[in-house]
């Protein structure tokens, strides 16, 4: 299905890019998704959209293989790179889930502003990407997830979440297709 609309009560969701996620390895070059995250947010500024930095600092309790039990994660690990910049409307999101609608209130912010489209960017395509992807979808939210806007450790599960999960949850975009429907590029300016 074409993306056809991005219309201007939509949210623009950067999942995950802070200093502790950007600096582990990735299956396309880290500094590329971010510079693509980075025209977005600055797209999403300029028209007056909602822009959101959802950012992890830690676990939650549950055990898991990988760990047992809740870790915290010490500064600057959750610091949001700069490259993204920031403003006064933006809404900013310190959680320790997948999803960045997970116990943070952000459902009930987008809903007071009228949000019912959510553009998806960030880390990682098959974590915190895919499940604020499904929250937003299971919430009612029209999806488009920007699939060169988004990584992952692993290119196949990037790849499978790309390919298989996001289009029975809403739409896969290039940066480009979204920026033509938000407004002109902000290097065109």
Known sequence: ?????????????????????????SAHPI????????RLTDAWRR????????SVDGTP??????QDGAQNWPEPFATVRPEL????????VVRRSWSALAGTGL???????????VVVVGLATSFG???????????????????????DRSREAHDHVLSRVVPGLGR???????????GRPPFLD
Not at 31 to 37: F, G, L
Not at 47 to 54: F, I, N, P, Q
Not at 61 to 66: H, V
Not at 85 to 92: A, F, I, K, L
């Open 1 to 25: 299905m074409t993306l056809e609309e991005i219309p201007a009560t939509s949210a623009l969701l950067v999942v995950d890019l802070q200093h502790g996620t950007t600096s582990a390895p």
């Open 31 to 38: 500094d590329e998704i971010v510079a693509r995250a980075a």
């Open 47 to 54: 028209t007056g959209r909602t822009v959101v930095l959802a």
């Open 61 to 66: 309790p549950g055990r898991t293989t990988y």
């Open 85 to 92: 910049g920031s403003d006064p409307d933006d809404v900013r």
């Open 107 to 117: 459902h009930e912010e987008l809903a007071a502003r009228g949000v019912q489209q």
């Open 129 to 151: 990407v895919e499940s604020t992807a499904r929250a937003s979808y299971d919430l009612g939210y029209d999806v488009v997830v920007v699939s060169d806007a988004v990584t």
């Open 172 to 182: 896969v975009a290039r940066t480009d297709e979204v920026l033509a429907l938000v």
